[in-house]
């Protein structure tokens, strides 16, 4: 199959650059995202590849062909360059049925492609409502369409912007595993651009977590999650404890342990962050934790998990501390109970203060 | 930490950006540039001019010109307010009897040309005409010096005909305004405890202001491109003026000097006009449109508000009508045998070249720039698109002085070169009128195009490319068939312009070439406006189409509903 390599892009609107000097590569028959807030380039890095943005600064490849350089004054349209593109608003043609919508991109001459189309609609169950408009289909039927009239071309790479935020949260969750099947099915190369982690990771062989125009750290699933380079690549899935200190002795002191810090400079100012998932509480039942103990302010039951609010007040030289803790099941003790916190250090890092 | 800035300075980024030179792009500029050339040439020619009539311009005609030009336009404008805000309001916010039909027949004047119902009022009114004949019968009178009756070829009665047929361009838009507004507004001055007048010259009336001053400033470029109902008037107006100095006083130059005046003032009023719409996005606050609640009137209230709206209908459309078809039924014969069927064809088939070449050159400009996204390009559009509002007569000196300029230069060009004298092979053809048609309604067909255009999302275009579909093919199998609708109604409007323009088919018509619109002008001059019945009538009959359409349209235009027009099977 093929693969999808940027080189040194950088693009701006307006005089205003929203992405610097950007290299990745998608491989060949993976699933690769492209995961950060909205307003961090990612769509423009999409539009660039797809040829629908005209490229202002560096390269793209996709396979061996080289379809837009600016070195070399090459910069194919979209049209030229056999990309499959789903978008957010799945923009099916309304004036055309769903089968006219998805065969819309096959040429004339490849009737095995036609053929390919009659059978995948018949598998995604939308063959009933072949001669159906978009506006008569739900959001998931419109959104398969859309994933259909993709392919349908065969493209050598495809790219989905954001594709399922427009349904709604049940619907999401059991549309993203029929996507994901059909996907390594075909076993076409993916770029995939959304702004929520957990869809990113379960999406993707290959996650690049964007901010602010560049790519911050490109990695595994895991090891966004659990070697994050940065604080705010650990930010990305949801608030965490963020506790200041100072690094002596390549550890940072906290009111609930020591932090390895041999990374950081000594002596100078650093933070840990601590997932709420990486605490875990334990009842004291009266035992004694000192004449300063933690204790529960606050416990909310959220479903499948307890968020619990814990803390302790500033005596002193020590400067108390306030944490956020998700505790799996239910877990809803007393306000004021004493309890002991525990830290998961797969789910603490420590990073130079900003 | 921050890696160095890219170098992406502005000549790079020129030359990038035309790496794809498409031909949309280059057509839609070299049409842009071709359509306004007509307007540069009228401002090059008043400032290049030598032989200077100006001066004496200024001290004999010229005041007369400005000051009637301006009360004309002033009452119109004033009049055309007053008759289409009233009525908007009436049928959208109130409830009577008729309501309904009223809403649609208000707009059928605007199928009559001015110089048509002029003609028909003077027949009517004048001193041998059946009103002054009835009087005289009825008390006894014997000549003019016993009674005082308005003299109808004035200034004043200019003024009426024009409102009677203009008005519903300020109706049709405060209507819209009136529809658009959240009904929260309207409430929420109730609850304050003002009640329905208070409520209209408080809330309505000022929020309805920018619909209102464009209706109002479409209303006075139409009058101030009249020349059928001023010249039988008598009235002497800047159009008059430019028609008089260039083909009596033989001044090319002269009229091009009055052109340009004409032309910073049109400017102006576009300027205005264009400052409305843009402040009009920003007026509606919440989102929330229920059907408007409407006033119910009581039974004298409900006559009053029904009558407000008959007369309108009755003056401006009834009354004219009947007197045409009377005339066409009695003088059928004469009129028929005449070259009604020849100047009919000629009508339809200027019109109609007209529509096709306006539609297909609006779709191309509206198209281009929608995909090149270009900043010059949609000024040049814009530019391009000023023609509907310059005056017949300005336009004409634009169009055919390059027109035969280029003749002279094919001429001798062919005559150098093969020895064969072209002579004059577009000024005063067929083509001439043509260009100048599409030149002064190309606006009607990209405005409409560009309103369509734009209510089909750009990730269409987008889904169509990255499908392997050029802009070409994009538009044919995507865009094309979305604004099937859009597009007819565009050539629907030109065509029926095209129907009822007079003054630049006058100037630039070949040699005993008649349209409907000329012949009834020519057969007005002559007094013989009995047998223009039947040639007026069908320009009329023409007009409606566009009222239909239109009417068609406006019951459904509140927001969150789509228009009937874009709704496709």
Redesign the interface.
Same mark, same amino acid.
């Given at each position: 199959m093929t693969m999808l390599r940027l080189e /040194?892009v =950088?693009h701006?609107f307006h005089g205003v650059?929203v992405v610097? /000097?950007v290299s990745f590569t998608a491989r060949s028959a993976e699933v690769t995202c492209l995961l950060g807030p909205s307003g961090c380039g990612k769509t423009t890095l999409l539009?660039i590849a797809? %040829? #629908?943005e005209? #490229?202002?600064?560096g390269r793209v490849t996709l396979g061996d062909r080289v379809v837009a350089d600016?070195g070399a004054?090459?910069?194919l349209? &979209?049209?030229? @360059? =056999?990309?499959?593109?789903m *978008?957010?608003?799945y &923009?099916l *043609? !309304?004036?055309l049925t769903l089968y006219e919508n998805v065969v *819309? %991109?096959i !040429?004339a001459r490849r009737s095995d492609r036609r053929e390919w189309a009659r059978r995948a609609l018949d598998q995604t169950g939308l063959a009933g409502l072949a001669q159906s408009?978009p506006h008569m289909l739900s959001g998931g039927q419109q959104q398969r369409a859309a994933l259909l @009239? &993709?392919m349908?071309?065969e493209?050598r790479v495809l #790219?989905l912007d954001e594709p399922f935020s427009g349904l709604d949260i049940t619907l999401r969750l059991q549309v993203r595993e029929e996507f994901l099947a059909f996907l390594k099915q075909t076993g076409v190369t993916t770029l995939l651009v959304t702004h929520d982690p957990e869809e990113g990771m379960f999406m993707s062989d290959h996650v690049l977590v964007m901010g602010g125009g560049?790519v911050l750290q490109a990695a595994t699933p895991a090891d966004v999650y659990f070697k994050p380079v940065n604080d705010y690549v650990a930010e990305l899935f949801g608030p965490v404890n963020r506790i200041p200190g100072t690094v002596r002795a390549g550890a940072v002191e906290t009111p609930i342990g020591c932090f390895n810090a041999a990374h950081l400079t000594e002596g100078t100012p650093a933070q840990v962050l601590i997932r709420p998932e990486g605490i875990t509480l334990t009842l004291t039942h009266g035992d004694s934790t000192g004449e300063n103990p933690v204790t529960v302010l606050s416990a909310r039951l959220v479903g499948r998990s307890t968020f619990v609010r814990v803390g302790c007040r500033a005596t002193g030289t020590n400067r108390g501390i306030d944490l956020r803790a998700r505790m799996p099941g239910v877990f809803l003790p007393e306000l004021g109970s004493a309890v002991l916190v525990d830290v998961n250090l797969s789910h603490a890092f420590v990073f130079p203060s900003r | 930490m921050t890696p160095a800035v890219p170098v992406m300075n502005q000549s790079t980024r020129w030359r990038l950006a035309r790496l794809r030179i498409d031909v949309w792009w280059l057509g839609a500029i070299v049409i842009a540039a071709l359509v306004a050339i007509p307007l540069l040439t009228v401002i090059l020619l008043a400032l290049a001019s030598n032989d200077d009539i100006w001066p004496h311009l200024a001290s004999t005609v010229l005041p007369h010109y400005i000051k009637t030009t301006l009360v004309l336009s002033g009452s119109v404008g004033f009049g055309t307010f007053v008759i289409g805000t009233g009525t908007a309001w009436l049928v959208t916010l109130c409830r009577f009897p008729g309501r309904r039909v009223f809403e649609c027949a208000l707009l059928l004047p605007m199928a009559v040309p001015a110089y048509i119902i002029a003609y028909v009022y003077t027949d009517v009114l004048e001193y041998a005409g059946p009103v002054q004949g009835l009087l005289r019968e009825a008390f006894g009178w014997t000549s003019s010096r016993d009674y005082w009756f308005p003299e109808i070829r004035s200034l004043g009665g200019a003024v009426s005909m024009m409102t009677l047929v203009l008005y519903p361009y300020v109706y049709l838009l405060a209507r819209a305004a009136f529809l658009e507004q959240s009904v929260c507004v309207l409430e929420v001055s109730r609850t304050l405890g003002r009640g329905p007048w208070r409520s209209f010259f408080t809330v309505a009336l000022p929020l309805a202001r920018p619909a209102i001053v464009i209706g109002t400033s479409l209303v006075i470029m139409e009058t101030l491109n009249d020349f059928g109902t001023v010249d039988f008037f008598a009235v002497n107006t800047f159009t008059v003026g430019i028609y008089d100095v260039w083909l009596n006083m033989n001044s090319l130059s002269g009229a091009a000097q009055l052109a340009s005046v004409l032309l910073l003032f049109v400017l102006g009023l576009v300027a205005l006009e264009r400052a409305n719409r843009r402040s009009q996005r920003f007026h509606h606050t919440t989102s929330k449109y229920r059907p408007l609640p409407g006033y119910r009137l009581g039974a004298w209230h409900a006559m009053g508000a029904a009558s407000a709206c008959l007369v309108p209908i009755l003056l401006g459309f009834a009354v004219p009508c009947g007197v045409l078809l009377k005339h066409a039924i009695v003088h059928f014969d004469e009129a028929s045998a005449g070259e009604y069927l020849a100047h009919t064809f000629n009508s339809l088939t200027l019109s109609f070249l007209a529509a096709a070449v306006t539609v297909v050159l609006g779709l191309f400009l509206a198209y281009g720039s929608r995909i090149s996204g270009d900043r010059l390009l949609g000024g040049l559009v814009r530019f391009a698109a000023v023609g509907y509002a310059i005056p017949g007569a300005v336009l004409a000196v634009g169009v055919l002085h390059p027109l035969g300029r280029f003749d002279n230069f094919l001429d001798s060009l062919m005559r150098g070169t093969f020895g064969i004298s072209t002579g004059l092979l577009l000024s005063g053809t067929i083509i001439a009128i043509t260009v100048g048609y599409v030149v002064r309604f190309l606006a009607l067909s990209v405005g409409t195009v560009e309103a369509s255009l734009a209510k089909i999302t750009p990730s269409m275009d987008d889904a169509a490319r990255t499908l392997g579909i050029g802009p070409g093919a994009t538009l044919r199998r995507v865009h094309l068939p979305i604004m099937r609708a859009s597009i007819l109604t565009a050539g629907v409007l030109v065509f029926v312009d095209g129907m009822k323009e007079l003054p630049m088919t006058l100037i630039m018509r070949p040699f005993n070439f008649e349209t409907l619109a000329t012949n009834v002008y020519q057969l007005a001059s002559r007094e013989l406006l009995e047998q223009s019945g039947l040639g007026s009538l069908t320009i009329v009959a023409a007009g409606i189409l566009p009222v239909l359409v239109i009417s068609l349209v406006i019951g459904r235009s509140r927001p969150g509903q789509e228009g009937a027009l874009e709704v496709d099977p």
């Open positions: /040194d =950088s701006g650059p610097w /000097d539009r797809a %040829g #629908l005209r #490229l202002q600064q600016t004054g090459i910069d349209p &979209a049209e030229q @360059r =056999s990309v499959g593109m *978008f957010q608003d &923009a *043609f !309304p004036h *819309f %991109g !040429p408009y @009239r &993709a349908a071309p493209p #790219l560049r | -």
